[in-house]
Each structure stands twice: as C-alpha cells, then as structure tokens.
T-cell receptor, first 116, second 116 residues
Framework: DAGVTQSPTHLIKTRGQQVTLRCSPK?????VSWYQQALGQGPQFIFQ???????QRGNFPDRFSGHQFPNYSSELNVNALLLGDSALYLC???????????????FGSGTRLTVV | AQTVTQSQPEMSVQEAETVTLSCTYD???????LFWYKQPPSRQMILVIR??????QNATENRFSVNFQKAAKSFSLKISDSQLGDTAMYFC?????????????FGTGTRLKVLA
C-alpha cells in the first residue's frame, strides 16, 4: 500500500520564479493538505483540498495556490518566489469522513525548496 | 488564536533511560485533540501518540505515554527505555475540529538525541 509520494525531493529556484510541487495521496485517501516547514520551525498549514476545491486556508498570501485532480493528487504552486519561501513543503493525505479527518493523516517526506 | 509552545529546543538522554518532552497550548475550545509527531532525518512526520481532550485517562502506546493536564493546558510526552532509533525531532500538535478546521497547529519542536 503506497504512502504519500511527493516530487521532486529537492529543487533550487531563483527569486521571482514560479514553482510547482506535486503530491500523490495514500491509496484510499481523498483529501490533501499542504504544510510549509521553515528551518528550525514546526510545519505551518497552507491549505487543504477536497473534491477538487480548496476547503481551508492558512495565513499565506495569494502567491500560494493549489489544485486537486480527479484522482485526488494535488499540486502546490508558488509564484514570484521570495528568499523566505525556502522551506520543506510537506503534503499530508487523509480521508474526509469520520475519524479519518482527525486521526488518519499520512505525511510524505516533503520537497526541500531552496530559493536563491 | 490557538498556539502550541515547546520550550525545550534540544534534549539528550542515555539509551535505556526515560525522558520527558514538554508542551503547552492555548485554546478557548473545549473539544480538541492533541498529538505528538516524530520527524526523523527521513523528514516524514510519524504519529507517535494522540489524546482526546474529553478523555481523562492519559494515552499510552508501548514505551510512549503522555501526561495530559487539561486545566493547565499541558501535554507532555514521556519516552521510557529510550532507544537509539528514538533520535528525531518531536512536534506537539493541536487540532480543534469543532471550530471547523481540520488542520494541525504545530509547536516549534524538540530535537531529541539518544546517546549510546
């Protein structure tokens, strides 16, 4: 049973560029959440997607956007990259019903983004 | 606003000894959930233990147990018989579904090193 898969593992971008990160959820999961983990910090919630719509959003600017596809996979897009966007981006999948929304999160190993 | 505070940036413990990691939180919610996650060098967040606020009994998972003090808003993690594989970052996390948000609020983490 495959867990959460994120790609790429690492990437380096230049300030002002745009980046797309990808996430394939655990088999059977239908909800995807994205978190940003800056160096030495805990993960911070960016947004959550379910049924191809953004359901919840954290305190992040509009430069951060996402998408969920019919197969439940998801993308995180960041425009006009800033040095401060350098972080580990974690994807977590879960099931939208019952206790899965609370207990059933599976995290990926993240994408390390470095903005230079 | 809900916050999670971990006041111990780093800790170390001898193999086979016991160590306690501290966590405090702030919320006006009465029904919420608390979690401890482990993040090894592989970067994947792994659930260690969870506690429902409505349960008075402290949760236990093998060598891991919590001391949940609801009135004091304290949620510490005790690791017994520490093993080298316990070396990792540990994050305390909070979720309050009644407020309509199925998202984690994480603390800043405690880096635990188990010494041989």
């Amino acid at each position: 049973d495959a867990g959460v898969t994120q790609s790429p593992t690492h990437l380096i971008k230049t300030r002002g560029q745009q980046v797309t990160l990808r996430c394939s959820p655990k088999s059977g999961h239908d909800t995807v959440s994205w978190y940003q983990q800056a160096l030495g910090q805990g993960p911070q919630f960016i947004f959550q997607y379910y049924e191809e719509e953004e359901r919840q959003r954290g305190n992040f600017p509009d430069r951060f956007s996402g998408h969920q596809f019919p197969n439940y996979s998801s993308e995180l897009n960041v425009n006009a990259l800033l040095l401060g966007d350098s972080a580990l981006y974690l994807c977590a999948s879960s099931l939208a019903t019952g206790t899965g929304r609370i207990y059933g999160y599976t995290f990926g190993s993240g994408t390390r983004l470095t903005v230079v | 606003a809900q916050t999670v505070t971990q006041s111990q940036p780093e800790m170390s413990v001898q193999e086979a000894e016991t160590v306690t990691l501290s966590c405090t939180y702030d919320t006006s919610e009465n029904n919420y959930y608390l979690f401890w996650y482990k993040q090894p060098p592989s970067r994947q967040m792994i659930l260690v233990i969870r506690q429902e606020a409505y349960k008075q009994q402290n949760a236990t998972e093998n060598r891991f147990s919590v001391n949940f003090q609801k009135a004091a808003k304290s949620f510490s993690l005790k690791i017994s018989d520490s093993q080298l594989g316990d070396t990792a970052m540990y994050f305390c996390a909070f979720m309050a579904p009644p407020s309509g948000t199925y998202k984690y609020i994480f603390g800043t983490g405690t880096r635990l090193k188990v010494l041989a």
